[in-house]
């Protein structure tokens, strides 16, 4: 995807960055748009939090340039247009909900109201409770209460639903597309492939710290020449192994999975190994199977 500059909210343009002798990017080059939920994506040691600390000015680049609404990532004016939850970070124990959201929102000309942000975090019958005395994933909810308090234009979010419930998850959500809606920027980091694909309106995955692919998360998916078949089965997978057009097989719990590119005569010739099986599923090839792919076949295009 093509960054307009005039519309982007943050940009690194040719930037190298490396952590001793280990390069993690080179001559990278990535962009944000408002309006837009962004899903990061790629293995662990792809670059990932690189380019995020490098957006957020946590970072400084070696070479290239980096800008965060057309000023220095590290510049107070646009630090104060933006919110992050990181994935780790440590709350004041002895401070009620309340007192550590209005301190923090404190720091911002644009602050909402802490009610409002009580609210639209799921908050208010915890605000009176100190931090000391929440669960993980209302630590979670208080640290999003934080990213959204300053009302940002930018929305950096690493692993925003760690540690919460189904139903808490999808409300959060909601409340991040409500974010994007409204006009927000919003990056996101997760290793939830279905957080990713319900969310992000654009998907830009990086391996060895370059861009793989990026696009609308239908356009990642149809990357993946094939179906997907699960199967229900006493036997191990090794039985499977010289299943006519399969391109991969894999045990993902009590489940054998293929991907196939002709999933008729993969399962004609499952119910010759197995005639006893009594459970099959036959759907469409998923985020995880795209991203998995994608990075396989870039280490492919390298070795050759």
Not at 182 to 200: I, N, R, S, W
Not at 227 to 237: M, Y
Not at 270 to 275: C, K, L, R, S, Y
């Given at each position: 995807m093509q960054a307009n500059s005039c519309s982007t909210v943050a940009q690194l343009q040719c930037v190298s960055k490396s952590y001793r002798s280990q390069r993690v990017l080179s001559d990278f080059s990535f962009a944000l748009e408002p309006g837009c939920v962004t899903a990061l994506l790629g293995p662990n040691g792809a670059g990932k939090s690189t380019v995020a600390g490098l957006m957020t000015g946590r970072l400084a680049v070696d070479a290239g340039k980096v800008s965060l609404f057309?000023?220095?990532?590290?510049?107070?004016?646009?630090?104060?247009?933006?919110?992050?939850?990181?994935?780790?970070?440590?709350?004041?124990?002895?401070?009620?909900?309340?007192?550590?959201?209005?301190?923090?929102?404190?720091?911002?000309?644009?602050?909402?109201?802490?009610?409002?942000v009580l609210e639209?975090?799921?908050?208010?019958?915890?605000?009176?409770?100190?931090?000391?005395?929440?669960?993980?994933?209302?630590?979670?909810?208080?640290?999003?209460?934080?990213?959204?308090?300053?009302?940002p234009d930018l929305l950096v979010l690493d692993?925003?639903?760690?540690?919460?419930?189904?139903?808490?998850?999808?409300?959060?959500?909601?409340?991040?597309?409500?974010?994007?809606?409204?006009?927000?920027?919003?990056?996101?980091?997760?290793?939830?492939?279905?957080?990713?694909?319900?969310?992000?309106?654009?998907?830009?995955?990086?391996?060895?710290?370059?861009?793989?692919a990026d696009g609308p998360p239908a356009q990642i998916k149809?990357?993946?020449?094939?179906?997907?078949?699960?199967?229900?089965?006493?036997?191990?997978?090794?039985?499977?192994?010289?299943?006519?057009?399969?391109v991969k097989i894999e045990e993902r719990g009590a489940d054998v999975t293929i991907l196939t590119t002709n999933p008729r005569a993969t399962l004609e010739?499952?119910?010759?190994?197995?005639?006893?099986?009594?459970?099959f599923e036959v759907v469409s090839a998923s985020l995880e199977d795209a991203l998995e792919n994608l990075v396989t076949s870039q280490n492919v295009q390298e070795a050759a």
């Open positions: 057309g000023l220095e990532p590290r510049d107070r004016r646009a630090r104060a247009r933006m919110g992050i939850m990181l994935q780790s970070s440590g709350l004041p124990d002895g401070l009620t909900v309340r007192e550590v959201i209005d301190l923090h929102a404190s720091h911002f000309a644009r602050r909402l109201t802490i009610d409002h639209e975090a799921g908050l208010a019958e915890l605000k009176d409770r100190r931090c000391g005395k929440l669960s993980g994933g209302e630590q979670r909810r208080v640290q999003f209460a934080l990213a959204i308090s300053g009302a692993e925003p639903t760690s540690g919460f419930d189904p139903e808490a998850r999808r409300a959060l959500w909601q409340l991040v597309r409500a974010k994007a809606e409204a006009g927000a920027a919003v990056l996101l980091a997760t290793h939830h492939m279905d957080e990713a694909e319900a969310l992000a309106d654009r998907i830009v995955v990086i391996a060895k710290g370059a861009v793989i149809a990357q993946v020449a094939g179906t997907v078949v699960r199967l229900r089965t006493r036997l191990p997978a090794s039985r499977f192994g010289t299943l006519p057009d399969m010739a499952v119910f010759q190994i197995d005639p006893a099986l009594q459970h």
